[in-house]
């Protein structure tokens, strides 16, 4: 078979031969060059395993079906402290459930001593903009154990105790409201060797900068009960308008009653939020999709 | 017999050599100190280490994890040979023990070098050379000492020697080549001290808990200053990792000032613990205990560099009162019962003091715009037996914001009449 022989690496002018699209039987040529090829035209995707979002629109946008390891991941909302645990908690809840449910399984042999709290990863919280509630999270299923608080005094410190976390492989949630880019680079340098999630919680204005992070996206709450979602840089193809995650809080589910489910109209002194701007970073003609005429 | 002679690194701190034995210990009980080596007759061991090539290997990684410099090393069925083929390394690897210690100069058996100057005036420099002598004559020229070395080295005499054991406790000490006037240099000395806790450690197969540093201050201080001072460090679990007590050490010093100079500092620890070896699993799973020993190691460094009070781990208490919910205490905080969940929706976000809220015409809350009323009122009525003080008279209420979210918003049911304020509160956020 003829794509059989052609060497893994392929060079570039390769890409485009008729050879790739179909191949005359067998597995296809990029399923032999999986995680080695990469079009810009679609997403990335990597050996790394991925931790699912919780929300399946969201994960078919990202690279790898979900949020990414090895890499920090910024996240940019207008308020810090509106919607964080909405967007997060479903993906960090399945992924806390995973650690758990091993730990007791195994019980045939011989008991473990640990506690069966102690079992769990931590969760680093670094400079949250309030006090975590922990009835709140523990009802979004994080394990209160699992739940560190870090509170620092300068905005050094907390890229410092952030950057720590990460060499020592342990999930962060850090607030940077003041990072500026090389910061950010250093950080994701330091992510590249960690296998868990990294979150960095940044103001909306932060997206005019440049940004070593691999995945950035903007977060804004929706009209209704959802959260506007937009993916201003990815490991694929340019991400164009929002989407709408549904996004009820978990507590106050029980609460809603159907008429209230629907988009609540605003008030009307209220001026309406502001427009929603166009994504800031243009595209690059590369990574635009590819139109085949 | 089968014995290994253990040299250090010639640059290596005095102290390293007792470390050195330490270490050898966890491997046989027949260690001994020989002059600047350490030997060690293995030959029971073997087996079980799976011979001498595994067990060599095995040394020197356990010495390269503890920081301990491990030089030359040499097997002889001699302790004396074995020392002698270390220091004259590279020294013949094969054949038969007479040839091999024939080849060898003189300065590699220390009884042959206190008489070097004569012996090679004789024409003597290598041991071969110095046997074939006749043995009345060497006796009674230079004593019955460098004849009783000579026979012990190539096995015609028997050996004594003076097994090491461990000390119950570890307490060492270390004079400081000069005065130190910054605790961030101590680390340096100290890490020799630490290195030889851990070897320490390595043979009884422990680890620490909690260590104290102290180190005297020299004549030279002021008159209000005691004589010495010390610094405990404790870690959240039970350790012998070099790089991670070495770490926080560091953390702690640059945070310590001395009062005046130092000149000696010693190292100890009370309690030596069992440490359960981490065996290595098929599956890498959360309950890795190497995983949890990194997270602790990282936050004992964050809260010793940020302050203890900054790090802090929460703790659930059974209570109606949003404030009193939840506890959060520096990390590590005593475990706690379990709790049942409180009823009632919990925001994830609580706001610190409770912020007043301005009201509008009909007597309804106000921040950031209008509010729209989403489920409530939530009567929360305890406290009442903490008096006045602790009585909370409260309807939570579930708004929500345009652009700041859900909020958790409750309005005081019996409010100060003296105040002003519209009795509304913005509690917690539903982020």
Redesign the interface.
Known sequence: MLSATLPPSASPPLVGHSLLKSPPGGPSFEAQLQGRLWRGSSLSTSADPALPSGFAALDAELPGGGWPTRAAIELLS??A??????LLAPGLRACWAA??L??AAPAGRRP?K??PG?????LLLVN?????????????GLP??A???????TPA?AL??TE??IK???AVLAWLPEARPEQIRRLQVSALSSDAPIFLMRPEHAGQQSSAAPLRLVVK?GDGWDLQVHLLKRRGPAHEGWLTLPAV?G??E???TAA?RKP?P??E???S?TPVSPPSERPHALARPVLHA | MRWLALCSTPDAPAGDVDALGWLALSFTPRVARLEEAVVAEVSASLRLFGGARALRQKLQAEAALIGLGLGAMAWAPTALAALALARASPAPQHGPLNERLDALPLAALSAAQAHHAMLSRLGCTRLGELRRLPRAALAKRFGPALLAALDRAYGDLPEVHDWLTLPERFDARLELPWRVEHAPVLLHFAETLLRQLCAFLAARHAGVRALRLAWQHDAMRARDVGGSGELCIATADTTRDLRRLTRLLSEHLARTTLAAPAGEISLSTDCVLPLEEASSSLLPGPSDPQERATTNALLERLSVRLGASRVREGRLHEDHRLARMQSWQPWPAPAAAAVRSPPGPQPTWLVEPPQPLRCDAQEQPVYAGQLARISGPHRIEAGWWEGAGGLQTRDYFVYRSATRGLLWVYHERLPDPASAASGWFLHGVFA
């Open positions: 207008p308020q402290g509106v919607l964080e645990w909405r650690q758990v091993p730990s473990r640990a506690a102690a079992a769990t990863r931590s949250p903009p309030q006090t975590p509630h922990l009835p709140g999270l523990q009802a979004l209160p154990s739940l560190i608080w870090v509170s620092t005094g410190e410092w105790a720590q976390a020592s492989r342990v709450p809080p507590a106050v029980p609460l809603l209230r609540l605003a008030p002194p209220v001026p939020p």
